[in-house]
């Protein structure tokens, strides 16, 4: 039963977590009406803890910064690659193109770093409301108008907005309504992943390290990240062909069978005892056809979702909150939530995600990014700036050709199929 009276806002959004808060908070310094509704009661587990550097600005305009700061969380000063045989390359510093503070980031867990950003927002003025489950997007043909919601007693009500902001994650709401999802056609991935205590960290700066470690014959590769309290997260990421296909049965007899093929996280693990359960996930690459519509605009991982490889995923969602808040905020002002002043960004967007993609594919190719920075020495620059999430700048795009040079030839000698970005 539907309860009447509907209640209003200015700006829905449905999900709580970074992109949710991030358009939740910039809406809310406007001074428009926000609620943000936030399915959990309590701690949120969700995986994607290693951030980019470039998450400093949109936290730094949340007004969070400075509790992130002042957090227990682990610091993270670079990226390293170790090869299948256990070799490890140099660390990709951050600090190397940019002095700045903002080059140093943050290992987080999620719980922790999602209920800071939704208490941000609510002292920002933000109506949070937990325990709210979205069950459907209200629409009148391409116009969303509200949402309905059941609470955690079976009640079911709705609510009223002028604009809905779907910052439901993988569930996306909206792409699933409107048949707007596209899987990549080239990242047909799964991943299984626990946690450990007391495994070996990098000495000094190299503390907080992410390390993508590649396993036997570049089958897949395994994350490993240091987080405070002497956790780590480590996860194996593969085609979901080979990581579930004949032969396999347990996620933690094939996370064990994948281990001893990846000697560089086997040594690191030893000291240590694992502490969590297994997880996994399957086929995770994605976008939507399109961002928005009239009265309605995706964010984060309702919109879309490139690999875990770069750790991009907290960054964009981040990010799209950011650019999102703005067309919002400004269409509010014009009088106009169109769909193509809501989803203004989308074409800056895309563009960003795409240089990210196009790292993402020649990692899947098998690209040595130690052999491509020898060749080209003057490209490193411009690795590290989309290593640390610099990808709004049409400046990196010096990289493209050179690296897709390199991709080709990857592609021909292995039989695979070049994919272009």
């Known amino acids: 039963m539907v309860h009447a009276i509907p209640k209003r806002v200015q700006v829905l959004v449905i999900g709580g977590g970074p992109a949710g808060a991030a358009v939740g908070t910039l809406c809310a310094q406007a001074g428009l009406s926000v609620q943000i509704l936030e399915r959990e009661k309590g701690p949120r587990f969700h995986i994607g803890e290693s951030l980019m550097p470039d998450t400093y600005w949109t936290l730094k305009r949340l007004g969070v910064l400075d509790k992130v700061k002042a957090s227990r969380f682990q610091k993270k000063y670079s990226v ?88 439901t994650g993988q569930s996306s709401l909206i792409m699933n309504k409107l048949n707007l999802k596209m899987s990549d056609p080239y990242l047909k991935k799964a991943s299984i992943w626990t946690y450990y205590k007391g495994a070996a960290r990098e000495p000094g700066l190299d503390e907080g390290a992410t390390l993508v470690c590649a396993t036997k014959d570049k089958k897949g590769w395994f994350w490993y990240i240091p987080q405070h309290d002497d956790t780590l997260s480590v996860g194996v990421v593969s085609s979901m062909d080979y990581l579930f296909g004949p032969g396999r049965s347990s996620l933690e007899e094939t996370f064990q069978q994948e281990l001893e093929r990846c000697p560089g996280v086997l040594k690191r693990i030893s000291t240590g005892q694992r502490v969590g359960p297994f997880y996994s996930t399957k086929d995770f690459s994605y976008r939507s056809k399109r961002i928005s519509g009239q009265g309605w605009v995706l964010v984060g991982d309702a919109f879309g979702f490139l690999d875990p490889i770069y750790s991009s995923g907290v960054f964009l969602a981040l990010k799209s909150g950011e650019l999102a808040a703005d067309s919002i905020v400004k269409g509010f002002d014009q009088g106009d939530l169109s769909g193509s002043t809501l989803g203004a960004w989308e074409g800056d967007f895309l563009k960003g995600m795409n240089r990210m993609k196009r790292l993402v594919y020649a990692f899947y190719e098998g690209f040595n990014f130690g052999a491509f920075v020898r060749k080209h020495p003057t490209m490193k620059r411009h690795i590290i700036d989309l290593l640390v999430g610099d990808l709004f700048k049409d400046a990196v795009d010096e990289v493209a050709e050179p690296m897709d040079e390199m991709r080709r030839e990857l592609c021909e000698a292995s039989g695979m199929t070049f994919a272009e970005v």
Do not use: C
């Open 80 to 167: 390293q690659f170790v090869a299948e045989s256990g070799k490890e390359s140099q660390p990709f510093y951050f600090f190397e193109n940019n002095p700045h503070e903002a080059a140093q980031t943050w290992q987080v867990v999620r719980e922790e770093f999602d209920a800071m950003l939704l208490d941000n927002a609510k002292e920002y003025g933000a109506e949070v409301s937990y325990g709210l489950r979205a069950m459907d997007v209200l629409m009148d043909g391409d116009r969303a108008y509200g949402v309905r919601v059941r609470d955690q007693d079976g009640k079911e009500r709705d609510i009223l907005a002028d604009t809905v902001v779907d910052a």
